[in-house]
C-alpha cells in the first residue's frame, strides 16, 4: 500500500473526492445542484456524476427535485458516536425529565465554531412537532442555544465574528448590537427564550451546562412549534430549563451556583 512521507498510510483517492462534496455543503447552503457541486469539487463532471449516484444510493446524499442535501444515512451513523460521550450519558435522563416536565422536544447541544450541534434529544410525544435530530448543526446567532454558548462560552464570540449573520427571518439578529443585548439578557436571566429566529414558526428556550471547572460544557434546551408555544409561557419553562441545566451542570461535577 502506498504511503506519505510520514509512515501513514495513504488515503483512498475516492474517500478524497467522497469527502469533497460532502464539504460543499453547508449550515448556509444546505442543499446544492449537481452543477453547483461539480464546480464546488472541480472534478470532472462525469466523476463527480457518478459519486454523487453512487453517495445516493447508499444514503450518503438525499435528492429533492433538482438539488441534493447531507443523507440521513450519515446523520444515523453519526448517533452512536455521541453516545461514548460523558456529557450525552450523564445528561440523557435529565433530558427525558424536561422533556417529559414540559412536553416539549429538549435537545443537548455543543459548539463547533459558529455553529451548534444537536448530541441528544428527548422527542415530544406532540402529535405536532418540529423535529429535531442528532447530528443536526444549526448557526450560533439564531435561537436560543446561541445566545448561552456567547454568554458563556469566550471562545464563541471569536468564532462567530468572522462569519457571516444569515438572516433566516425578520426576527434573525444580524447586528453584534443585538447579539450583545440578547447575550446580556441570557447572563441577567441564567436562560434565553428566542422565538422564530430561525424558523418563523419555531421557539426555543436554553440554558447553560457547566463542566467540573465551571467552564461551559454545553447547553441544554427545549424547542417547539409557536403555534403551541410562545412568549406567555416563558415564565413557566424558563425555569424549568434553568433547574434542569442546573442539574445537568451539577451531575458533571459543576459546583457552580445556580444562575
Not at 146 to 152: E, T
Not at 178 to 198: C, K, N, P, S, W
Request: with cysteine.
Amino acid at each position: 500500500m502506498p504511503r506519505d512521507a510520514g509512515g501513514n498510510a495513504a488515503p483512498l483517492l475516492v474517500l478524497v473526492k467522497v469527502a469533497a462534496i460532502l464539504q460543499c455543503f453547508t449550515v448556509e447552503v444546505p442543499e446544492l445542484t449537481l452543477q453547483e457541486i461539480i464546480r464546488g469539487t472541480g472534478l470532472p463532471a462525469s466523476t463527480c456524476q457518478r459519486l454523487v449516484q453512487n453517495m445516493l444510493r447508499e444514503g450518503l446524499l438525499d435528492k429533492d427535485g433538482d438539488t441534493y442535501r447531507i443523507g440521513i444515512q450519515l446523520v444515523r451513523w453519526a448517533a452512536p458516536g455521541t453516545i461514548g460521550l460523558d456529557i450525552v450519558r450523564t445528561v440523557r435522563p435529565i433530558l427525558h425529565a424536561l422533556r417529559d416536565e414540559t412536553g416539549e422536544t429538549a435537545c443537548l447541544y455543543v459548539r463547533d465554531g459558529p455553529h451548534r450541534t444537536v448530541v441528544a434529544v428527548a422527542e415530544t410525544r406532540h402529535v405536532v412537532i418540529r423535529p429535531f435530530h442528532v447530528g443536526q448543526v444549526m448557526p450560533l446567532h439564531a435561537g436560543a442555544p446561541g445566545k448561552i454558548f456567547l454568554a458563556w462560552d469566550p471562545e464563541a464570540r471569536d468564532a462567530l465574528a468572522d462569519a457571516d449573520l444569515t438572516r433566516y427571518t425578520d426576527r434573525t439578529p444580524l447586528t453584534w448590537v443585538e447579539l450583545d443585548q440578547q447575550v446580556d439578557i441570557a447572563r441577567a436571566q441564567g436562560f434565553f427564550a428566542a422565538f422564530g429566529e430561525r424558523n418563523a414558526d419555531v421557539g426555543s428556550i436554553s440554558a447553560p451546562v457547566f463542566d467540573h471547572t465551571g467552564d461551559l460544557a454545553a447547553v441544554l434546551g427545549v424547542g417547539f412549534p409557536l403555534q403551541r408555544i410562545g412568549p406567555d409561557d416563558v415564565a413557566r419553562l424558563g425555569p424549568a430549563v434553568a433547574d434542569a441545566a442546573h442539574r445537568a451542570s451539577t451531575a458533571m461535577g459543576s459546583v457552580t451556583p445556580v444562575l
